[in-house]
């Protein structure tokens, strides 16, 4: 396992983390096979553990707390905040309100007395920056978190906030949330330069692109990931976007071959190559799953490897840009542009 700073934290973590969003319901995993795929990330040097309240509504954190008991000290342990907990309409967002009850939910659940990194899921356009930071470092100067990031924030977006941090002399968010992988490489374009120049750590999600580069998408094959029964849209063929990543793919799988690596490892080993990110997370339903994982640990794809890809998907761009994150809301409600 390779280790790498969190930004400008001092903290070493390792460049492959754990996600936990697939524990409980959402990917069918007990707690008795939550305990050992962490356990078993523990052993194989991962060191930092990921999950948010709104995974299965507070599930996941109940279930990596359990598992990390009488390991909390061996691990950096991250989580998130502001997506929608439940139907009422101030349990969500990024209020000093929601966000002082919201961690003291995730603390409950995960049975600890400090998280090491808490992170904003999403950007909340009802909500200033002041409020939010102000609310994050007051949880801070409490011991509750010890440092804070944001998750799926344009570019524009981490902008406003580090100069929101300096003007009101807050501290900052220290670390970012991307999605990224060889088949969405957009925030090569914006996100990354961004978050290199403030010095901040990148933990990329979906560095296996919901499964498409797991290996269980091939041509001519049934697709039977976890991802393409819950968002079968994701995987329907007959979607142009869809097809040219099936097509992607069958050329990424050549280029692994000749390389002598799986997908799975040609896959995290470019999320990882980016000097701009710091760590891959990957989500993992079953301890075999983590393994074929971990073997990616200390791949590190040669140059001549890097440009072949690039041949394949170039660099700044997604394949499936409908499918991000960090669109602007005016772009997304008409009503938000014509008011």
Request: aromatic content about 6%.
């Amino acid at each position: 396992m390779q280790y790498r700073t969190l930004g400008r934290t001092g903290v070493q973590v390792s460049t492959l983390a754990l996600g936990a969003m697939n524990f409980g319901a959402i990917g069918r995993t007990t707690q008795d096979e939550a305990t050992a795929i962490v356990d078993a990330a523990l052993d194989g040097g991962i060191n930092l553990v990921d999950t948010a309240d709104m995974y299965g509504q507070g599930e996941s954190e109940v279930m990596v707390g359990k598992a990390i008991k009488g390991r909390r000290d061996d691990l950096v342990l991250a989580t998130k905040a502001a997506m929608p907990m439940g139907e009422e309409r101030n349990h969500r967002g990024t209020s000093r309100r929601w966000l002082f009850t919201a961690l003291e939910d995730s603390l409950r659940r995960l049975d600890v007395d400090h998280v090491d990194l808490y992170q904003v899921h999403r950007w909340d356009p009802a909500t200033s920056d002041e409020e939010a930071l102000s609310a994050l470092t007051d949880l801070q100067r409490a011991g509750k978190i010890r440092y804070f990031g944001s998750s799926t924030f344009p570019a524009y977006r981490i902008v406003q906030a580090q100069w929101a941090a300096r003007e009101n002399h807050l501290s900052r968010y220290v670390t970012e949330q991307p999605s990224y992988s060889i088949l969405q490489r957009g925030i090569e374009a914006h996100v990354l330069p961004v978050t290199q120049e403030y010095g901040m750590g990148v933990l990329a999600w979906s560095p296996l692109a919901s499964g498409w580069l797991s290996g269980a998408v091939r041509a001519g094959r049934e697709i039977t990931t976890n991802r393409s029964q819950a968002l079968p849209q994701r995987f329907d063929l007959t979607d142009p976007a869809n097809q040219a990543r099936l097509d992607a793919v069958e050329k990424l799988a050549k280029i692994a071959e000749q390389a002598d690596l799986s997908l799975i490892q040609l896959a995290l080993g470019f999320v990882t190559a980016h000097p701009g990110v710091t760590s891959a997370l990957i989500g993992p339903r079953t301890v075999g799953h983590l393994e074929s994982q971990l073997a990616a640990a200390d791949t590190v794809l040669p140059a001549d490897v890097l440009d072949e890809l690039d041949t394949i998907v170039a660099p700044g761009v997604d394949l499936a840009a409908h499918e991000k994150f960090d669109t602007p809301p005016a772009l997304l409600d008409p009503a938000l542009r014509r008011r």
